[in-house]
């Protein structure tokens, strides 16, 4: 039999206790809700500050391995140039000793036209090993410069071959007129041989 709405009839029923009990049970819920959320959001805030720190630490990590790296780059670079300048230091050296004044004048001698004359010689010898020469030639006249830095120069001993000076001393003189010429000077070049008149004997 369904229960009637009219509350002035007999027996009366006291729903306020259940009503008390569900509010009760209610506003718990409600307090668990907020203690839940408030504990789900302090836990979200844990891990982003654990998220940024370890973030942080991980670009400290970055910078010090690409300051290392940079380091280490630094430090092959210079070992490599410091071999590299102890080489041609070496390379210098070697070259200091290998160097034949009696070969130089020889080729000097078969190179050089007739007329012209050496009057000083000044070898350089740079960081890679190469030679430079500095000389001092006496020839008769302007004339002489020419046939001079063409004859050096069909010696692949001689290369780069450049007019410095030239000074014109007084007439009658020996030593009428200087000229200073700078080369490039290779001593392993092979000399070529001048061609042969057509029927000579080999």
Do not use: C
Not at 105 to 115: D, K, N, S, V, Y
Not at 123 to 148: C, H, N, Y
Not at 155 to 174: I, M, N, R
């Amino acid at each position: 039999m369904s229960r009637g709405w009219n509350f002035a009839r007999r027996p009366f029923h006291d729903d306020r206790p259940v009503w008390v009990a569900t509010g009760v049970l209610v506003l718990a819920g409600l307090l668990l809700l907020a203690a839940n959320v408030r504990q789900v959001a302090t836990y979200r805030r844990g891990v982003a500050d654990i998220q940024a720190s370890v973030d942080t630490l991980e670009a400290r990590q970055h910078k010090a391995e690409a300051r290392a790296q940079a380091a280490r780059s630094a430090l092959s670079s210079y070992r490599v140039s410091a071999m590299a300048e102890e080489s041609r230091g070496l390379a210098r050296i070697v070259a200091e000793r290998r160097f034949s004044w009696t070969m130089l004048l020889a080729r000097l001698e078969r190179t050089l036209p007739p007329l012209v004359g050496v009057s000083h010689l000044q070898p350089r010898f740079d960081k890679d090993g190469e030679i430079w020469l500095d000389m001092q030639l006496i020839g008769k006249g302007a004339e002489s410069v020419v046939p001079t830095i063409a004859a050096l120069s069909k010696d692949p001993a001689f290369a780069q071959v450049e007019l410095k000076t030239e000074t014109t001393g007084e007439p009658g003189s020996a030593e009428a007129f200087q000229f200073t010429l700078s080369s490039r000077y290779d001593p392993q070049a092979q000399q070529q041989q001048q061609p042969q008149p057509h029927g000579a004997r080999r």
